[in-house]
């Protein structure tokens, strides 16, 4: 038997995605709307053809919201960053970033986190983090305040179609005073919002609901994207011996080599892995790597260049290898560098640099020995061979054009009513922070937009449909 319809209730705002963005957008315009005066209320009820409430709704297609937030910061969900430096973003419109940004920085994002109930610390290094250091702390604020707000989250809504609905007319007058929007659910559900925020995510975590639906829906509207590719991922390279040191890591320095030049170092823990390298600082490095990556003659001019001991000059370490041997000469080439670096990766740089065994004693090593070992410890270069997938990566790079959004507001320039936040949009940032900042500063800005846009829509109406009784009425 066929389902039929139901004829759906109408909302104010809808928020398309139930991650950080969409629950920020939801939270920021539903506080918003509470600190209105009554009579704007009642007038904006009356024109959008609502009862009491102002419903906002979010639509997550997971079985619960913000799961993504979980796993962010490795458990620890790293909100931001300290300082929070425009740098670390990137985009084909880097323009377009400051006006989100700038609008809801990182002074006014701790202001709002402290307010909704969450105390917030920073590391050293200038990472944000819940002072539980758990991220399940974030999504409990995040969903006890939308509870409070009277927010619905619908899930299991795995929103498929977005077009606007045609105004009803009674005559030349529109029925309906604002624009509405006709939302569709692939098992066949329908809504109706005055307002849509749409922040769907990127295509990283697959596993955790990242898909490219929302790209594809807004595909669908005419909205181009731009080419899309994982961002802060494991690199792959050559593995002759590398696999060999899987598990092995080090406090050191990576560079990504283009040509012989350096397009960008890093400092951190360096972990070496049965594929590669991975760690904070080739995380950093993946972004250029990841783009690349379909290229195989832009790939070969790619080398991932290590320094394993970053803080030593080449004297300093020609002098330690020195005295080492003369204070143990039958010490084996095996056991040289213990002492210096993790055992594994001391002998892996004697195997690349010496054709010796390692079972001589360490008094065999020459002059030329030495600078060859000193050599290989600042400038051991890989091969680069790609990076990792999806489902590996923490952040999409590239998405929805932003051309087609206003940065001020986040609104379309094509469709009036509909606005962007998130990952969604050709915006991502560096490890760090960056990125859930991001997730933020769009939200609360599309959020707060959104209303701000139907209330004034809503009064405008209202005073030109009481110019058009005064004029009739003379």
């Not at 709307?33 to 053809?49: F, K, N, T």
């Not at 898909?211 to 593995?239: A, D």
């Not at 001589?360 to 410890?377: K, M, N």
Request: glycine residues 10%; hydrophobic residues 40%.
């Amino acid at each position: 038997m066929a389902v039929r319809d139901k004829q759906p209730d109408p909302c104010l705002l809808a928020v398309i995605g139930g991650g950080a963005a969409g629950l920020t957008a939801a939270i920021t315009a539903a506080a918003w709307l509470a600190e209105q005066s009554p009579s704007v209320l009642d007038q904006l009820r009356e024109s959008c053809g609502l009862g009491q409430a102002l419903p906002i709704i979010i639509l997550e297609k997971n079985d619960r919201a913000g799961r993504r937030l979980l796993v962010t910061g490795n458990g620890r969900c790293n909100l931001s960053h300290q300082p929070l430096d425009h740098r670390h973003y990137f985009s084909q419109s880097a323009p377009f970033i400051q006006g989100p940004l700038q609008r809801f920085d990182l002074e006014a994002t701790l202001d709002w986190f402290s307010r909704i109930g969450l105390a917030c610390r920073t590391e050293p290094d200038g990472r944000v983090f819940p002072n539980s250091l758990q991220a399940a702390s974030v999504l409990d604020i995040l969903r006890q305040e939308a509870e409070r707000l009277g927010i619905e989250i619908i899930t299991d809504c795995d929103v498929e179609q977005l077009r606007e609905s045609q105004p009803l007319y009674l005559g030349d007058r529109p029925l309906d005073a604002h624009h509405k929007w006709q939302i569709k659910t692939r098992d066949r559900r329908t809504f109706i919002a005055s307002r849509v925020v749409v922040a769907t995510g990127g295509l990283s975590y697959p596993s955790l609901g990242g898909s490219e639906s929302g790209h594809q829906m807004m595909r669908q509207l005419g909205y181009p994207v731009t080419r899309m590719f994982p961002s802060i991922v494991q690199i792959k390279t050559e593995t002759d011996w590398v696999r060999g040191l899987a598990g092995s890591k080090f406090e050191g320095r990576a560079a990504l080599l283009r040509d012989g030049s350096p397009l960008r170092c890093e400092d951190g823990e360096v972990l070496f892995t049965r594929y590669g390298v991975s760690g904070p600082p080739v995380l950093q490095l993946a972004r250029p790597v990841s783009a690349c990556a379909d290229d195989p003659a832009s790939l070969q001019r790619l080398r991932l260049e290590l320094d394993f001991l970053p803080d030593w000059t080449d004297d300093a370490c020609l002098s330690w290898m020195i005295m080492r041997r003369h204070h143990h000469p039958s010490l084996e080439l095996a056991d040289f560098m213990t002492g210096l670096l993790p055992k594994r990766i001391g002998q892996a740089l004697l195997k690349l640099s010496l054709n010796r065994s390692l079972g001589l004693p360490c008094s065999v090593l020459t002059e030329s020995d030495y600078a060859a070992i000193v050599h290989q410890i600042h400038h051991t270069q890989l091969a680069v061979e790609g990076t990792l997938g999806w489902d590996q990566a923490q952040v999409t790079a590239g998405g929805l054009d932003v051309s087609s959004f206003r940065p001020n507001t986040l609104a379309s320039r094509r469709h009036e009513g509909l606005y962007a936040a998130g990952e969604l949009l050709d915006v991502d940032g560096d490890c760090g922070g960056y990125n859930l900042q991001w997730a933020w500063s769009s939200g609360h800005l599309a959020g707060l937009s959104a209303v701000r846009d139907l209330v004034a829509a809503n009064q405008s109406s209202g005073r030109s449909h009481t110019g058009r009784r005064r004029r009739s009425g003379k």
